[in-house]
């Protein structure tokens, strides 16, 4: 019997501390950071008239602050681009030093392969994709792993298939 009260009594004093200590690892992604996405999304159309055509999205403008904050039930990443862009809300979870981010609709910018520019914003050149995500915090960066839900999108009255996604999100905290 007192082999079991000192069991009970050392395990009621040894949980509660193990319990605080994953708490605060996960408090440790919780902050501010700048961000850039970079990396490489090309499609091909899959119209049925006529040769398929490659096309190009670019991440060029995908930089600027992001906060991570911590909600009742689980964590959003808020990401404002720079450059008047948009601002970017991706609800996730974080365990220890690991964040997922959950689907969010993310514009991308198409790229003119005519001329290899980007084309204007204001010739309807934005393509929002679901994107999600999963990474790790590493001595004050946090690189993320992208990927698209999406398997397909509509450009100029053609329908475009994700030949490749490979987009990665690196954040220095501040």
Same mark, same amino acid.
């Given at each position: 019997?007192?082999?079991?009260?000192?069991?009970? *009594?050392?395990?009621?004093?040894?949980? !509660?501390?193990?319990?605080?200590?994953?708490?605060?690892?996960s408090k440790s992604i919780v902050g501010n950071y700048y961000f850039k996405v970079s990396g490489r999304i090309t499609g091909f159309s899959i119209d049925e008239?006529? !040769?398929?055509? /490659?096309?190009? *999205?670019?991440?060029?403008?995908?930089?600027?602050?992001?906060?991570?904050?911590?909600?009742?039930?689980?964590?959003?990443?808020?990401?404002?681009?720079?450059?008047?862009?948009?601002?970017?809300?991706? !609800?996730?979870?974080?365990?220890?030093?690991?964040?997922?981010? $959950? $689907?969010?609709?993310? !514009?991308f910018t198409v790229k003119d392969s005519a001329t290899a520019s980007t084309v204007s914003n204001s010739t309807?050149?934005?393509?929002?994709?679901?994107?999600?995500?999963?990474?790790?915090?590493? $001595?004050?960066?946090?690189?993320? $792993? *992208?990927?698209?839900?999406?398997?397909?999108?509509?450009?100029?009255?053609?329908?475009?298939?994700?030949?490749?996604?490979?987009?990665?999100?690196? /954040?220095?905290?501040?």
């Open positions: 019997m007192r082999r079991f009260i000192k069991l009970f *009594l050392i395990s009621a004093l040894v949980l !509660p501390t193990l319990v605080s200590c994953q708490k605060s690892l008239e006529g !040769p398929s055509e /490659a096309i190009d *999205l670019s991440t060029f403008r995908m930089s600027g602050q992001m906060e991570v904050i911590d909600t009742t039930g689980g964590y959003i990443a808020r990401l404002s681009v720079m450059l008047g862009g948009p601002v970017l809300l991706f !609800p996730g979870t974080i365990e220890g030093e690991d964040i997922k981010f $959950d $689907d969010a609709s993310v !514009p309807g050149s934005v393509i929002y994709l679901n994107v999600y995500g999963q990474g790790r915090l590493y $001595d004050g960066t946090l690189i993320v $792993d *992208l990927h698209c839900s999406d398997k397909s999108f509509a450009y100029k009255s053609k329908i475009y298939e994700i030949d490749e996604f490979e987009v990665d999100l690196v /954040a220095d905290k501040e």
